[in-house]
């Protein structure tokens, strides 16, 4: 599909350029982030620019729909890249959320808004039945995040997710239209 | 590519399909019960079927799925299919379909195929998991996937599309290690262990104190299905029954310490499309007044709310059975009436009952 950008008053999530590359670069050496997000480690300047580079092919082609998370400043202009979001197709009408957000952008709820705004577009323009939310067991930020926009919890999955060569158990939680928070 | 193996063992036997399995696969199409819970066309054609026929033949060609003919060993006759995919983003996950032909069903043909398809992937497929979905209330495919050694991990909303329509979705998974090369004596009762009692399968050894519970004359006043039993070979004839019986959850009731029989308790007559059950249990004579059937009844009413997603459970007994009547009023069942003439003890004289149901929704019971 054509890439569309999204926006709350606070937010706009837009499509990734080569000019964020450097500041994902750096979003992506936090040692949290790597722990729960299966990016390469080590982590280089060429996979954000690789990353970057396929993201008008994955709209295209319809895989993830995937978006950099932006701030209004304010003096009203826009800040760099402070994290990432996605709805990896899965069927005709369910999707599955990303997301990571920058050490430097964290605990002022912006991944709850941000994740807010791609939930209700997936929901309202793309018709979806379900938005599914994986994270590795143990990621407690990522599930307070999908809490906090009304996904419900569903299970534990043995060995379900790679991460990075590792089998993992995955947390899995559903949310439907009309549960968003 | 890779070329179809044939897998076999003394049950079934999977193989490639042939062009004179196609009658019988439409006419699997069409059974009721492959409609409620599998995606096939309502309408489902012979044209269909040559389809899929040779589509479980390139299948292997391109290598997206391994899919297999069961056939009980010896017979020509298509008795199902079974299928594992494996997943386009992780080479070690992939997940099972399989269809039991109506003729073929309650031989243990898919539990077999399942198990043979499932060491197969792991062996040569080097698959790390094997998921297994259903749409909620499709006992049978989880009784075949929990005899197998899947562990059930929980309900998925809204999972899986049936012409055009999501549905929740049951999901288990199998690691390398869950894989059960026996078939257990019954998996249709997961273990589960409550305020000092285990409930779990029958065992043989259960035999004489299930012989103990039909020769008391409370048992042999309101119990049906243990009415007729006189000898320890009557006894496991019964047990051997009820493990057979898919279309129940039957539970052998013991002490969590000494694991001695002190009870049973079981769900059945469900119905899918309500998502309600009944329950049905009795107490060994020996270990009545200790709240055996309350705790019992607690338990599996629990499993059949949060495990099996069922909305109501009902509860039937005899009008002059007091003790049933307080066992249900104190585990929330809610009395909901007389049901006249309804119920035959096996004595051949239809009874009045006393219906009591829980809802899922009803409020927690304060004991």
């Known amino acids: 599909m054509d890439p569309v950008e999204l926006s709350d008053s606070r937010l706009l999530l837009r499509l990734p350029t080569q000019a964020d590359v450097d500041e994902i670069t750096l979003a992506c050496q936090d040692p949290e982030l790597q722990r729960w997000i299966p990016v390469p480690v080590p982590y280089a300047r060429e996979h954000a620019a690789q990353w970057v580079g396929e993201t008008p092919s994955s709209w295209a082609e319809d895989q993830e729909l995937r978006w950099v998370i932006t701030e209004r400043r304010t003096d009203g202009t826009m800040s760099g890249p402070l994290g990432a979001i996605g709805l990896h197709a899965r069927d005709a009408t369910m999707r599955e959320v990303g997301f990571w957000v920058a050490p430097w952008a964290r605990g002022r709820g912006l991944m709850t808004d941000a994740g807010r705004v791609a939930c209700r577009w997936g929901f309202e323009e793309l018709g979806l039945g379900r938005i599914e939310w994986w994270a590795n067991v143990g990621n407690n930020a990522s599930r307070r995040v999908a809490e906090k926009l009304g996904f419900q919890f569903e299970g534990t999955c043995r060995a379900r997710l790679l991460h990075r060569g590792s089998r993992v158990d995955g947390w899995v939680a559903g949310l439907l239209p009309g549960e968003l928070t | 590519m890779r070329s179809q193996p044939v897998l076999r063992d003394a049950t079934v036997s999977l193989g490639a399909f042939c062009d004179g399995d196609t009658a019988e696969i439409v006419s699997a199409a069409r059974d009721p019960e492959t409609r409620r819970w599998t995606t096939l066309r309502l309408d489902y054609t012979t044209a269909d079927a040559r389809q899929f026929v040779a589509f479980a033949a390139q299948s292997w060609a391109t290598g997206a799925e391994c899919v297999w003919a069961m056939r009980a060993p010896g017979e020509a006759r298509w008795a199902g299919s079974m299928a594992l995919r494996a997943d386009h983003r992780d080479p070690q996950l992939a997940d099972v379909g399989f269809l039991c032909a109506p003729w073929a069903r309650g031989r243990g043909l898919t539990t077999a195929a399942l198990r043979l398809t499932c060491a197969w992937g792991f062996r040569e497929l080097g698959l790390a998991r094997i998921e297994w979905r259903a749409h909620v209330g499709n006992l049978a495919s989880r009784w075949v996937a929990e005899r197998v050694g899947f562990v059930f991990e929980g309900t998925q909303r809204q999972r899986l599309v049936q012409r055009g329509i999501r549905r929740d979705a049951w999901v288990g998974g199998l690691l390398p290690g869950d894989l059960r090369s026996v078939d257990p004596p019954t998996a249709l009762a997961p273990e589960v262990r409550t305020e000092g009692l285990l409930l779990g399968p029958w065992r043989e050894q259960d035999a004489p104190q299930v012989l103990e519970i039909a020769e008391d004359p409370d048992t042999r006043a309101w119990s049906g299905s243990m009415r007729a039993m006189r000898t320890l070979d009557d006894a496991r004839e019964w047990m051997r029954a009820r493990r057979a019986d898919d279309d129940r959850v039957d539970w052998a009731v013991r002490d969590a310490d000494t694991e001695l029989l002190v009870g049973r308790v079981g769900l059945g007559h469900f119905d899918h499309q309500a998502r309600s059950c009944e329950i049905g249990y009795g107490v060994h004579p020996g270990h009545r007044r200790r709240g055996v059937a309350l705790r019992a009844v607690t338990a599996a009413t629990a499993y059949g709310f949060e495990s099996l997603g069922l909305a109501r459970i009902a509860l039937f007994h005899a009008i002059g059975n007091p003790a049933s009547c307080a066992v ?40």
């Open chain 2, 328 to 367: 249900a009023t104190a585990t929330g069942f809610e009395f909901e009436g007389i049901e006249r003439s309804s119920f035959d003890h096996g004595d051949g004289v239809l009874h009045d009952v006393h219906r009591h149901a829980r809802l899922a929704s009803d409020p927690p019971v304060i004991r």
